[in-house]
Structure formats: C-alpha cells, structure tokens
C-alpha cells in the first residue's frame, strides 16, 4: 500500500514565556518523527465481560489540523463519547481540547492553553506545564500509530515508546509502551498480519494496562485495543470489524 501524503503542518504558537515541564516527563519523552494515516471511520465490536456493544472511531487530518472522535454502546447503552482536535506541529498531534460527552453535552474538558504553555481542567483548579508532544486521552492512539508508521524498522520487539498524556484529573503521566513481538489478529473484519503490538504496564494501583495492536495494512490505525484493571474490573476491548466511507 503506498504511504499517504503528510497533511500540512499547522503551526501552532509556541508559549510566551518559558514554562518549567518536570523532570520526569521531560528526561522521558524523546522526539518522534510522524506520519499520519489519511482520514478514516473505524468501526469496531465493543466487549466489557458478557456485554457486547460497538465503538466508533472518526479520525479527520486535514491542513488546519485534525479532529478524532470516539463513541461507545454497550448493550445499547451509550457510554461517555471522547473528542479531541487541535493542530499538527513538530512533535505530532498538538491538541487544543479533549471532551468527555454523554447525550451530546460536554461533561467534562481537557484544556491545552498552547499560548499560555499550560493544561487545565474543567474538573479541577489545577493548571500543568504543557510539554512538547502531550497528548490527551483519545489523541494519544493516533499519535502512537503515527510515530510508528514514520519509522516502523525502529521499533522492534522491545523498544520503549513514551508520550505525556494528560488524564482528566488533572494529572500528567508518562505513559511507557514496550513493543512486543508481531502477532498475526483473526479479528471480526478478517486476518491482520503482522500486527504491531504495544504494551503500556500499570505504574499504580488504580492504573490500566493497555494493549494496542497497530496494523500496517491501515496505516497502523489501532485495529485492537485493550484496557485491563488488577482491581477485578472486566477489561474493556475492541475489535475493528469494519471499515466506513469518510463523508
């Protein structure tokens, strides 16, 4: 499959002033080259346990930069929709606003105040140092897929990958995937060959692990992710099952 154009590049303001990031995240985050899949709408089987149910995901590059949504039922029942959008810079997916929606109204935001250099919080009074490269909670699979389609050779079984991701109570994490052998997925839209796949281990208590199968036949769009708990909570998964015309 030949490699789709790169959108244009958005630039998005640098901060005023100098904004101290932690340590931490900033020692942890190298810079990634990216590579964008073109725009798609990514259906998928929705499993929690016994109840069965669909995601969609609607992802949208285009010259002023991207919007990305993911909606979610599970027998029947609508959970919590994500939306991102924000512009494109040198380190990828620059977000300006993630929203947690349930029966069309934003219940919740994620704010990065790219002038002020800074990420907020509808939820919380807290305001973060915003790092080059962070992402939210819906933009960081698309990013993840983007960097690993710029450079698939470099990230053989073993190799860490590292993004800020910004949770919505008001934290800021590293969040360090580990590439795990290719695996080869019989999914509900057929065989994927080959599939990358990454593993985030939970660094707490109350921290998910995920795991993310990237397939280099989509442009390493996620084709199968999963979010598991030691607390006992059924993991959430989902599995692509087909593939819808863009509008």
Do not use: C
């Amino acid at each position: 499959m030949p490699a789709p154009p790169r959108p244009v590049r958005v630039k998005v303001q640098a901060p005023a002033a100098p904004v101290e990031v932690p340590a931490a995240i900033a020692q942890a985050v190298p810079n990634y080259s990216t590579r964008f899949a073109p725009a798609a709408l990514l259906s998928y089987e929705l499993r929690r346990g016994p109840a069965l149910g669909q995601a969609l995901l609607s992802w949208r590059p285009s010259p002023e930069g991207y919007e990305a949504r993911l909606e979610r039922w599970l027998d029947d029942r609508p959970l919590p929709s994500w939306l991102s959008h924000g512009g494109i810079d040198r380190a990828g997916l620059a977000p300006l606003r993630q929203t947690d929606e349930r029966g069309g109204r934003a219940r919740r935001a994620t704010n990065f105040q790219r002038d002020a250099g800074k990420i907020s919080f509808s939820g919380s009074s807290l305001e973060l140092p915003l790092p080059d490269g962070a992402q939210d909670r819906l933009s960081w699979m698309l990013q993840l897929a983007a960097i690993v389609a710029a450079d698939p050779q470099a990230f053989a079984p073993g190799q860490p990958l590292v993004l800020p991701v910004a949770a919505r109570q008001g934290q800021l994490q590293s969040w360090r995937f580990i590439v795990q052998a290719p695996q080869t997925l019989d999914l509900p839209i057929g065989r994927v060959e080959s599939a990358v796949f990454l593993q985030r281990l939970p660094e707490g208590p109350y921290e998910p692990q995920i795991d993310i199968w990237l397939d280099p036949q989509r442009h390493f769009l996620p084709v199968r992710l999963r979010w598991s708990r030691d607390n006992g909570d059924q993991a959430l998964e989902m599995s692509l099952n087909k593939e819808l015309s863009t509008p």
